[in-house]
């Protein structure tokens, strides 16, 4: 009798497949179509093994199969490759409005996009000229109640998916969470702060054509310099960077709160 597999051996499969699942996806990237003896030659599989990751692929919407028998990317994989084109997009024309904003402020700019689970720091700008400037590693997953991730709940369109993080929460955290939401829809553009260890952060969402909440812009800096509220200089000009992204961006007006 075949002994079963251990947990461990069935995880080390499991990643294997996603692993070589990758690289098939790497080598559509490259080619645009692939057929199940190009996988086995780039992977050193059995052409018979090729073809049944290519078919479990196609199963999932990643590839489809073209006319020509030839595997070509899929609806999901199109999907996700119009997303990062978005996301490049909206990084691109973000650049120069934070870079003006920095220079204005004498802050740091961070521009963050939703991971899933919270805000993800993806594009920092530093005033040089300043002695000392706050430091926010890009690639930063932020907690749900830092400043941007709580824009992203006020806006985001798949409230199930807000319910959900909230819902894993005590209730404590998510009472004061679900405060500080309601006070970021209350400020129009969605300005909120929060103070960690003498670090005050103001955030505003960027909304692309389609009204969506794509990003949100924030300003870093201490408890001195920001934390003036809605009518100080550097929570307009935040709001008026946001303001002014989202309409490079194509949106068109204010969502209303």
Not at 106 to 124: D, Y
Not at 142 to 165: C, G, H, I, K, T
Not at 225 to 244: H, M, N, R, Y
Request: overall charge negative; aromatic content about 4%.
């Amino acid at each position: 009798m075949t002994e079963p597999k251990s947990r461990s051996e069935l995880r080390d499969g499991d990643i294997q497949a996603v692993t070589r699942c990758a690289e098939i996806l790497r080598m559509l990237a490259t080619d645009q179509t692939v057929r199940a003896a190009d996988v086995a030659a780039g992977l050193g599989l059995q052409r018979s093994t090729a073809h049944r990751y290519l078919a479990s692929m196609a199963n999932a919407g990643l590839i489809e199969r073209g006319e020509d028998g030839a595997f070509e990317p899929g609806p999901i994989a199109v999907h996700l490759g119009a997303a990062a084109m978005r996301r490049a997009r909206v990084l691109e024309i973000a650049a120069p409005y934070m870079a003006a904003l920095s220079a204005e402020s004498h802050e740091t700019v961070v521009l963050s996009l939703w991971g899933g689970r919270g805000a993800v720091v993806t594009r920092v700008e530093m005033d040089t000229d300043r002695l000392a400037v706050v430091h926010v590693p890009e690639g930063r997953e932020l907690p749900l109640n830092a400043a941007q991730s709580l824009v992203f709940l006020a806006y985001l369109p798949d409230r199930q998916l807000v319910d959900r993080l909230l819902s894993s929460l005590s209730m404590p955290v998510r009472h004061d969470i679900e405060q500080s939401i309601q006070q970021v829809k209350s400020d129009g553009m969605g300005a909120h702060s929060m103070v960690v260890q003498g670090i005050h952060a103001v955030a505003a969402p960027v909304f692309d054509a389609r009204g969506v909440i794509c990003t949100t812009v924030a300003l870093i800096g201490t408890s001195d310099t920001l934390v003036a509220g809605p009518e100080s200089g550097l929570w307009k000009a935040l709001k008026a960077t946001a303001e002014q992204i989202s309409a490079h961006l194509g949106h068109a007006s204010v969502p209303p709160a």
